[in-house]
């Protein structure tokens, strides 16, 4: 499911800082260092193109996609055998339900503030996509986030070669007159460099444990409740390295880094660790 264009401020700055990166890389970097026309600069240019092309794709796509959305016919089926995990309040014993959307939430739902709905498998509300990171759209916006790693490196690697190339070349009047254009270059570079890979690293971590951000903090807490108890907290949909890994990028390895999510399921039940014990429970 697809929604409507959303753009803000912080999608429109976005979008600016990818087309001024971009062209700064072509135009400036890539010509002052190879030149553009010679068959280096056309082939940092094409593959610099294609990464761009593909951190742009999935911006835009994580913008638009749904992240998942809970139906108000939603009901739990508490006397389904297949699916021994119920997620319940902290208070009470009660099955999860949103006063504010007045039905149920699934396993990993959470009401966001902002859209002002239960979003499936919620991970976090992104200023920055203007829209939730969730069920549906997880995935596309982790591929946007390596995308994008790579374009910020890449173009980083040019513009020092470039700036190196023409202290080289002692071209200093010429190099004067791209001074402004290196300067807010390397000011919109290094630090997008840095908190992105810290981003990716930390989704990176996320994806291994089969954790949202939502579900690490209450994690967090669950763990200090259980060890004050003398009990191990384990989370539930930690399946292991490989299939928390499958389960979000997908069966097919060589399609890990596309914009596919035709494995993602319906996002109302997600198996757990209960299911590989009640599946080894059986064989014996």
């Not at 999608?11 to 030149?35: D, K, L, M, N, P």
């Not at 709905?117 to 200023?127: A, P």
């Not at 990028?249 to 890990?256: F, S």
């Amino acid at each position: 499911m697809k929604r409507g264009c959303s753009f803000s401020f912080h999608t429109a700055a976005v979008f600016s800082a990818i087309a001024f990166i971009y062209f700064s890389t072509i135009f400036i970097f890539i010509e002052r260092w190879f030149g553009l026309m010679s068959s280096p600069g056309i082939m940092n240019a094409v593959v610099f193109t294609g990464v761009a092309g593909m951190c742009i794709f999935n911006y835009a796509g994580a913008i638009r996609k749904d992240p998942g959305r809970v139906l108000s016919s939603y009901v739990p089926d508490i006397e389904d055998a297949q699916n021994p995990v119920h997620e319940i309040k902290r208070k009470g014993g009660d099955l999860r339900f949103c006063q504010k959307c007045s039905h149920f939430k699934p396993p990993r739902a959470h009401h966001c503030r902002v859209c002002k709905r239960c979003v499936l498998r919620m991970d976090h509300h992104c200023i920055w996509i203007n829209n939730c990171v969730g069920h549906a759209n997880y995935k596309i916006f982790f591929v946007f986030i390596v995308f994008a790693v790579i374009s910020c490196i890449y173009s980083l690697v040019l513009l020092v070669g470039s700036l190196t190339n023409d202290s080289q070349n002692d071209e200093q009047q010429t190099a004067d007159s791209f001074r402004t254009v290196y300067v807010i270059s390397g000011l919109l570079l290094v630090p997008l460099t840095i908190t992105l890979s810290v981003l990716l690293g930390w989704h990176i971590y996320l994806i291994l444990q089969n954790k949202t951000t939502i579900e690490y903090h209450e994690g967090v807490r669950a763990m200090w409740l259980a060890e004050k108890g003398g009990n191990v907290y384990k989370h539930p949909y930690d399946l292991g390295t490989y299939e928390n890994l499958t389960m979000v990028l997908g069966p097919n390895i060589l399609c890990w880094l596309c914009p596919t999510s035709t494995h993602i399921g319906s996002g109302l039940r997600f198996r757990t660790t209960y299911d590989n014990i009640a599946g080894a429970s059986i064989t014996k």
